[in-house]
């Protein structure tokens, strides 16, 4: 039930606005773990959260880490998505606005707690006996963005923890021990959440959208930037970074997002390392084959481009070459901004990207829940005939 704090006068229109606060309390936290395919999933899993307690989601700015800067950069949520959408499933409000307007009364300095699981160990090697909130980047640039300095700490484990979707009364226990109107704010030290996603979540995605802004300039793009006709958006993950990560697949069932092709209990199949690092030969051949699928399923609306993303070598010559005899041009856009190169590709006839990247899972997520198709780089793994077999290089066969 939410109850009237007070009156806010809306100068630019003259009238009087009230101000509503949420009884049951709020929700807010630090999206300090990785960076935005990372936070994305963070985000579905705490709005998740924050429904199943009834409070209202403090929607965080994104974290970003830019070059020449020693201190994460903090973007206002609304930036890059719309905040309307989302009430369509829970009450939310952005950062900016809970400070502004509901922190002076609501959570005044004396009653700010950072909530954590158990003790976090600061940067100098000492725990405090708190949970640190501050310490370390990007910790301390969030919430000092908001001038938030912390009364105390309160350890919420081991009896609680966030996930809501599996039998054991959590939320209720949430509600017995921090009700709203003692606790009117649970501010968590990292996303009330998981990485990846829970499966309960993901649907949760289709009341994320894209603001005005990026939407336009997707459109832009496409219609001024891309020849007449139907395209591919492909992710390609491949800076030095991935290729570490890859390393770690022969050791490992499930590696980051891999949930969303390989399931989350590996019930299509098991981790391979050409998903994760796909060679050239791969990329070249899954292309061929959906341009060849889209000219014989939709002969009237053939793949003239292929549009890719990346955060190292987007391939550009390497994929014009090959299918320069199929007359389909490979473009990137000129300003490598990993924002508009999502909406982008959310935009494709057709997407094919990494199993492994939560950045493809986004994309992923966004088009699922738009009723377009997509695809994974190497899955399913292609069965091999004898001859073809012992053609193949020897690298791509330890790859596999």
Not at 26 to 53: E, T, V, W
Not at 141 to 160: I, M, Y
Not at 234 to 261: M, T, Y
Request: neutral net charge; charged residues 20%; glycine residues 8%.
């Amino acid at each position: 039930m939410l109850r009237l704090l007070g009156i806010l006068f809306a100068a630019t229109i003259g009238l009087v606005q009230p101000i509503t606060v949420d009884e049951n309390g709020y929700i807010m936290y630090c999206p300090c773990m990785g960076r935005f395919g990372n936070q994305a999933d963070h985000f579905l899993g705490s709005f998740g959260f924050a429904k199943a307690l009834n409070r209202t989601l403090v929607l965080p700015p994104w974290v970003e880490y830019r070059k020449g800067e020693l201190r994460s950069v903090q973007v206002p949520f609304d930036t890059y998505f719309q905040v309307a959408p989302l009430q369509a499933f829970h009450r939310v409000i952005t950062m900016e606005n809970f400070m502004k307007t509901l922190a002076p009364a609501l959570w005044p300095p004396e009653e700010r707690i950072s909530f954590c699981y158990t003790e976090r160990m600061g940067l100098d090697g000492s725990t405090g006996h708190g949970c640190n909130a501050k310490s370390g980047n990007p910790f301390g640039p969030f919430w000092d963005t908001f001038e938030v300095e912390f009364a105390r700490s309160e350890f919420f484990g081991p009896k609680l923890n966030y996930d809501v979707h599996h039998g054991d009364r959590m939320a209720q226990k949430w509600h017995a021990r921090y009700p709203g109107d003692k606790w009117p704010v649970l501010a968590f030290t990292g996303a009330p959440a998981v990485f990846p996603v829970q499966q309960e979540n993901v649907p949760l995605h289709r009341y994320l959208r894209w603001s005005v802004k990026y939407e336009d300039e997707a459109k832009q793009f496409i219609r001024d930037s891309l020849p007449k006709g139907a395209f591919i958006g492909i992710h390609l993950r491949n800076g030095i970074d991935w290729v570490r990560a890859c390393e770690h697949v022969k050791e490992s069932s499930n590696l980051f997002s891999s949930p969303q092709c390989l399931g989350y209990r590996n019930e299509h199949g098991p981790l391979t390392g050409e998903m994760c690092m796909p060679s050239r030969d791969t990329i070249v051949r899954q292309l061929k084959r959906r341009i060849k699928l889209q000219r014989e399923t939709a002969p009237d609306n053939p793949i003239r481009a292929v549009f890719v993303a990346s955060d190292s070598n987007h391939m550009l010559s390497d994929l014009n070459d090959a299918l320069k005899r199929m007359d389909v041009t490979v473009v990137r856009h000129p300003d490598g901004n990993p924002h508009l190169d999502l909406a982008i590709l959310g935009r494709s006839n057709h997407f094919i990207g990494n199993c492994i990247s939560s950045y493809s899972a986004f994309v992923k997520r966004e088009r699922d829940s738009n009723g377009f198709p997509s695809s994974f780089w190497a899955f399913p793994p292609e069965k091999v005939g004898p001859k073809a077999k012992s053609a193949m290089p020897q690298h791509e066969h330890e790859e596999l």
